[in-house]
């Protein structure tokens, strides 16, 4: 008989060792889980600040340059606005413009609001936004078709975000066209030319009432809205799912506890 009830009371023993391990791990991973939900990185990571009166833009700004080698086909060189650029503009109550210049070139962006009731240049109403990005270098390299200062320009609307609010984007392209500057626009080999520019982590505020820091109002591109509308939803199956872990570990160690307990009284 001591030999029986020696036998199970090692076998509850080992029984209740192992499932208080198996409930230990999952409560550490749910742990992890929920950590990782609420824990932001990317503290030591330096984003450019430009600011005037009236504009503020911060992120990270790079510039993929196309230009044409003496057998037609295309190079491209890159550029990375420096924290450390000249920050000029101008501030009006409907118009704004913020210059970023350097010695590789010189980046311009002008701003217009709509407080009208009708879409004005197409920035929708009570938005505001850029009508006009251009950026003026020189094509400096040797084996170059044809060198000397360029002007890439895109006009249209851009960043088109509701008024006292700040635009957001994790990553951003847009393309800009390249055209020589006299004296010889006639034998610029234009159409293989053009600039990109790359924004990582923009932050761009205009015309704002209100300190943005306060707000913290922010208007995200449609790309980090769709990345907005998925995390939820991951993070919400990852969670379900460690639940429903916890539920069948517990079930399966109650029926065996049970079956356990009905062998002893017999």
């Not at 006292?164 to 994790?170: D, V």
Request: aromatic share 10%; proline share 3%.
């Amino acid at each position: 008989i001591n030999a029986e009830y020696g036998g199970v009371l090692n076998y509850y023993t080992n029984y209740y060792y192992k499932s208080n391990l198996r409930m230990k791990f999952v409560g550490v991973v749910l742990a992890i889980a929920l950590f990782q939900t609420v824990v932001v990185s990317g503290d030591d990571v330096i984003i450019p600040s430009y600011k005037t009166d009236c504009i503020e833009l911060n992120g990270t700004i790079s510039l993929n340059i196309t230009y044409t080698v003496a057998d037609g086909t295309a190079e491209h060189y890159l550029v990375t606005i420096g924290e450390d650029a000249n920050v000029t503009g101008a501030c009006d109550a409907n118009t704004s413009s913020l210059v970023l210049t350097e010695n590789a070139g010189t980046l311009t962006m002008l701003f217009e609001i709509n407080n009208s009731g009708a879409k004005l240049d197409d920035i929708d109403i009570n938005n505001w936004g850029v009508t006009d990005v251009t950026y003026d270098y020189s094509v400096k390299h040797a084996d170059a078709k044809l060198g000397g200062k360029r002007q890439a320009k895109a006009e249209g609307s851009f960043f088109n975000t509701p008024i006292n609010r700040t635009y957001s984007c994790s990553n951003e392209a847009m393309y800009l066209p390249s055209a020589c500057v006299p004296p010889n626009p006639t034998m610029c080999p234009a159409k293989t030319e053009g600039v990109t520019i790359t924004t990582i982590a923009l932050t761009l505020s205009a015309f704002l009432t209100e300190d943005p820091l306060d707000t913290q109002t922010y208007h995200y591109c449609k790309a980090d809205q769709k990345v907005k509308d998925i995390v939820p939803i991951a993070v919400g199956v990852a969670l379900a799912a460690l639940v429903v872990i916890v539920l069948v570990a517990y079930l399966i160690g109650r029926r065996r506890t049970v079956a356990a307990g009905g062998y002893e009284r017999v």
